[in-house]
T-cell receptor, first 113, second 114 residues
Framework: AQSVSQHNHHVILSEAASLELGCNYS??????LFWYVQYPGQHLQLLLK??????LVKGIKGFEAEFIKSKFSFNLRKPSVQWSDTAEYFC???????????FGTGTRLKVLA | GAVVSQHPSRVICKSGTSVKIECRSL??????MFWYRQFPKQSLMLMAT?????????EQGVEKDKFLINHASLTLSTLTVTSAHPEDSSFYIC??????????FGEGSRLTVL
């Protein structure tokens, strides 16, 4: 069965530090990959997505993610975090042709001002 | 992006009562909606897939008689927690997709069963 692993459950950073959140999935075929963010008290919203093409994907608010097929990874990065990036981040996989989206367990990011 | 709205955002009920949660796609038609349950410090667990005009598809381990799902129109799906018990207290989230691939989420509904 497909699964998604997010190894960092809690991350604490100071403002201006660089961020990288890991995401690995288990599925050998074609996948679509997503990062969603949930700010405190708000609903989940899309940060970025990868369907095909350039494996380096740029999303909103300065986030980017790189799809490395050989490593089954889709890590999220941001060069310089801000206090407003404090949120929970979820990696998700969708296998085309199925109806299921598989979510990782989430990473809680706290950015200290 | 597309908007999905959930109502109510919070509900408190007594044990044994039933609670209905609505999920609406406001500016698009959704033939498929998804219902998730989010436990504290855990990921979203897919409960069921709601299909307009047909029966919902439930994930393994989810009691379909307890969590009734109705998708009566292209913009509305409802989740009814029947005979709720304290262990049903949780955060329930619906989502829908306008195009294949991207999900849009509702605000979530926090259910507390006393």
């Amino acid at each position: 069965a497909q699964s998604v692993s997010q190894h960092n459950h809690h991350v604490i950073l100071s403002e201006a530090a660089s961020l990288e959140l890991g995401c690995n999935y288990s599925y050998g075929g074609t996948v679509n990959l997503f990062w969603y963010v949930q700010y405190p008290g708000q609903h989940l919203q899309l940060l970025l997505k990868y369907f095909s093409g350039d494996p380096l994907v740029k999303g909103i608010k300065g986030f980017e993610a790189e799809f490395i097929k050989s490593k089954f990874s889709f890590n999220l990065r941001k060069p310089s975090v801000q206090w407003s990036d404090t949120a929970e981040y979820f990696c998700a996989v969708w296998v085309p042709g199925t109806y299921k989206y598989i979510f990782g367990t989430g990473t809680r990011l706290k950015v200290l001002a | 992006g597309a908007v999905v709205s959930q109502h109510p955002s919070r509900v408190i009920c007594k044990s044994g009562t039933s609670v209905k949660i609505e999920c609406r796609s406001l500016d698009f038609q959704a033939t498929t909606m998804f219902w998730y349950r989010q436990f504290p410090k855990q990921s979203l667990m897919l409960m069921a897939t709601s299909n307009e005009g047909s029966k919902a598809t439930y994930e393994q381990g989810v009691e379909k008689d307890k969590f009734l799902i109705n998708h009566a129109s292209l913009t509305l799906s409802t989740l009814t927690v029947t005979s709720a018990h304290p262990e049903d207290s949780s955060f329930y989230i619906c989502s829908a997709r306008e195009h294949p691939g991207e999900l849009f989420f509702g605000e979530g509904s926090r259910l507390t069963v006393l």
